[in-house]
C-alpha cells in the first residue's frame, strides 16, 4: 500500500511542478517577466527528477509517461477552465474522460496501480 501511496504522490508533485512550470513560462511571455522564465525552467528541471522516480517507482517507461501526460491534460484544463482562461467544452470533457480510460486500459499494470494493488 505504501508503495502505491508514493507513486500517487509522485505524480501528484510531477503534475504540479508541470502546471506551474507551464503557467510561469505562459507568464514571462505574456507580460515580458524575465524572472517568470526561469522559474519555468528550474521547475522543468525539477520535474525531470520526479518523472526519473515515477519511472523507476513504476518500472514501465510507458505507464510513467501516460500518468504524467495525462495528469497534465487534465490539470491544465481544469486550471484554464477555473482560471477563466478557456471555456469547458464537450470536447474537452470527453478528451478528459478519454485520458482517465487510457490510464485505466493502458495495462495490467495500470489498472492495478488504479485499484491500489500490488505491481
Known amino acids: 500500500m505504501n508503495n502505491i501511496m ?3 504522490i509522485l505524480i501528484m508533485i510531477l503534475v504540479t511542478l508541470e502546471i506551474v512550470g507551464q ?11 524575465i524572472l517568470f522564465k526561469y522559474a519555468g525552467i ?3 528541471a525539477v520535474s525531470g527528477y520526479f ?8 518500472k514501465d517507461l510507458g505507464l510513467a509517461n501516460i500518468l504524467w ?22 470536447q474537452k470533457m470527453v478528451a478528459s474522460v478519454l485520458m482517465i480510460g ?9 489498472v492495478k496501480l488504479v485499484r491500489g494493488g500490488k505491481n
Open 102 to 110: 487510457a490510464v485505466l486500459l493502458y495495462s495490467t499494470e495500470g
Open 6 to 8: 508514493n507513486k500517487w
Open 51 to 58: 518523472y526519473y522516480e515515477l519511472i523507476r517507482q513504476t
Open 23 to 33: 503557467y510561469s513560462l505562459d507568464y514571462s511571455i505574456t507580460k515580458k517577466q
Open 69 to 90: 501526460t495525462c495528469g497534465t491534460f487534465i490539470g491544465i484544463t481544469i486550471l484554464s477552465i477555473t482560471l477563466g482562461e478557456e471555456k469547458p467544452t464537450v
Open 42 to 44: 528550474i521547475l522543468y
